[in-house]
């Protein structure tokens, strides 16, 4: 009886070229897998079905990951403000975590012998689904072909035609990866430190022009309403809002950052979406909460995007952060207001119940009525004590000498 082995399958070169070999050489019994967190159509999920079971499959599953996808990882993102460098929003890093744990339970309900992805060693992919699997199912047995037999691109080309695979082998200019929080884009552009992308490399083309208002409706944290629009589930407000923010060519930008394996690398990316939603929440976030909780929040937001993006989402601090991140959006309800452009937007305000920039309490650089010039004095006076003591000690003391 031959062993089972689950492969995550996108139907591209590297994951094709692992049915074939894992079948035919290797003699598995395979299980193929492909997780959609927003990349794919129905006629595409199709296409990658017909595929897998042409190779030789013995079943293949279909997961819509896309609510998932935001439930567990996403929505922690838009609470954290999270950009990786100030720039990235993570868009491929979170999704690949979001694919790995599905593939880890398919694997553990069909209690394969094996899992396989066709990882290349080059990049921080192949350790985010080793570790999520060393994880969750420690004593499965991983298979990566490309990385072990370091196989070149042209070496897998002669190895499907030798085995009478039919598909489309030319490589395109540019290598896309589309998913809910953003689309990235590599090209040779990309591969130096100097650089930016064509115009027609962006997958997302700008075709509107002019000026359009905005209204993003939030309610503890997550974004519910656009224009008035209400949506069933927030994946589908990043989804309506990638749809009038893309046109514009809204979000574009090239990431430069360190990899797990400890190599810098350049890659670009559109995300119109989430670069809109963070900002908004961000801006809304500024006038509904105090100061201390904006420091912290930042403080442990940044350690949460960096450790999401070294796959290390199974972390128990993890969770433990997520609890702080949920907790500080219990105010953060409100609209903030939008100006679209060309290539860029700007934030032009908010209205929330729990803005704190209150005018019973006074307007900054104006006028105060919640305090007198007489308490203010004292405060100051009492604020800067102990620096003030510091000071004369000092004086006092060197006065000695």
Same mark, same amino acid.
């Given at each position: 009886?031959s062993?089972?082995?689950?492969?995550?399958?996108s139907?591209?070169?590297d994951?094709?070229?692992?049915?074939?070999?894992?079948?035919?050489?290797?003699?598995?019994?395979?299980h193929?897998?492909?997780?959609?967190?927003?990349?794919?159509?129905?006629?595409?999920?199709?296409?990658?079905e017909?595929?897998?079971?042409?190779?030789?499959?013995?079943s293949?599953?279909?997961?819509?990951?896309?609510?998932?996808?935001?439930?567990?990882?996403?929505?922690?993102?838009?609470?954290?403000?999270?950009?990786?460098?100030?720039t990235?929003?993570?868009?491929?890093?979170?999704e690949r975590?979001?694919?790995?744990?599905?593939?880890?339970?398919?694997?553990?309900?069909?209690?394969a012998?094996?899992?396989?992805h066709?990882?290349?060693?080059a990049?921080?992919?192949?350790?985010?689904?080793d /570790?999520?699997?060393?994880?969750?199912i $420690?004593?499965?047995?991983?298979? @990566?072909?490309?990385?072990?037999? *370091? +196989? !070149?691109? &042209?070496?897998?080309?002669?190895?499907l035609?030798?085995?009478?695979v039919?598909?489309?082998?030319?490589?395109?200019?540019?290598?896309?990866?589309?998913?809910?929080?953003?689309?990235?884009?590599?090209?040779?552009?990309t591969?130096?430190?100097?650089g /930016?992308?064509?115009?027609e490399?962006? $997958?997302?083309?700008?075709?509107? @022009?002019?000026n359009?208002?905005v *209204? +993003? !409706?939030? &309610?503890?944290?997550?974004?519910?309403?656009i224009?008035?629009?209400?949506?069933?589930?927030?994946?589908?407000?990043?989804?309506?809002?990638q749809?009038?923010a893309?046109?514009?060519?809204?979000?574009?930008d090239i990431?430069?950052?360190?990899?797990?394996?400890?190599?810098k690398?350049?890659?670009?990316?559109?995300?119109?979406?989430?670069?809109?939603?963070?900002?908004?929440?961000?801006a809304?976030?500024k006038?509904?909460l105090?100061?201390?909780?904006?420091?912290?929040k930042d403080?442990?937001?940044?350690?949460?995007?960096?450790?999401?993006?070294?796959?290390?989402i199974?972390?128990?601090?993890?969770?433990?952060?997520?609890?702080y991140?949920e907790s500080?959006?219990r105010?953060?309800?409100?609209?903030?207001?939008?100006?679209?452009?060309?290539?860029?937007?700007?934030?032009?305000?908010?209205?929330?119940?729990?803005?704190?920039m209150?005018?019973?309490?006074?307007?900054?650089g104006?006028?105060?009525n919640?305090?007198?010039?007489?308490?203010?004095?004292g405060?100051s006076?009492?604020?800067?004590?102990?620096?003030?003591?510091?000071?004369?000690?000092?004086?006092?003391?060197?006065?000695?000498?």
């Amino acid at each position: 009886m031959s062993k089972k082995v689950v492969l995550g399958f996108s139907g591209g070169l590297d994951t094709t070229y692992c049915a074939k070999y894992l079948g035919e050489d290797l003699g598995y019994e395979i299980h193929s897998i492909v997780v959609n967190t927003g990349g794919f159509s129905d006629d595409e999920l199709k296409k990658i079905e017909e595929h897998a079971i042409k190779l030789g499959v013995k079943s293949h599953k279909t997961v819509n990951a896309i609510q998932s996808y935001y439930d567990r990882i996403i929505k922690y993102l838009i609470y954290g403000n999270v950009l990786k460098n100030n720039t990235y929003p993570l868009s491929v890093s979170a999704e690949r975590l979001s694919q790995a744990l599905h593939i880890a339970e398919h694997t553990a309900a069909l209690k394969a012998d094996a899992v396989a992805h066709g990882s290349t060693g080059a990049g921080n992919d192949q350790v985010r689904f080793d /570790m999520i699997f060393h994880i969750m199912i $420690p004593n499965t047995e991983i298979i @990566t072909p490309i990385r072990d037999l *370091k +196989l !070149s691109r &042209e070496a897998e080309i002669e190895y499907l035609r030798n085995k009478g695979v039919e598909m489309n082998f030319e490589k395109a200019m540019y290598s896309i990866n589309k998913g809910l929080w953003g689309t990235s884009v590599g090209g040779k552009e990309t591969l130096s430190s100097n650089g /930016m992308l064509p115009e027609e490399a962006w $997958p997302t083309q700008v075709s509107k @022009t002019g000026n359009e208002e905005v *209204k +993003l !409706s939030f &309610e503890k944290g997550e974004l519910w309403k656009i224009n008035d629009k209400k949506f069933k589930h927030p994946s589908e407000a990043v989804l309506f809002l990638q749809s009038i923010a893309g046109p514009y060519g809204i979000g574009r930008d090239i990431h430069v950052g360190d990899t797990i394996i400890g190599i810098k690398g350049r890659v670009g990316f559109e995300a119109a979406a989430p670069m809109v939603i963070i900002k908004a929440h961000h801006a809304l976030e500024k006038h509904v909460l105090s100061k201390w909780q904006l420091q912290w929040k930042d403080q442990l937001a940044q350690f949460y995007g960096n450790w999401l993006h070294e796959g290390q989402i199974l972390d128990p601090v993890m969770i433990d952060i997520e609890s702080y991140l949920e907790s500080s959006q219990r105010n953060v309800t409100g609209d903030v207001f939008i100006q679209l452009m060309p290539y860029r937007f700007q934030v032009t305000g908010i209205e929330s119940k729990f803005d704190l920039m209150n005018s019973k309490f006074g307007k900054y650089g104006e006028m105060n009525n919640g305090w007198t010039g007489t308490d203010v004095r004292g405060f100051s006076k009492i604020f800067g004590n102990q620096t003030m003591i510091y000071h004369q000690v000092k004086e006092n003391a060197n006065a000695k000498n």
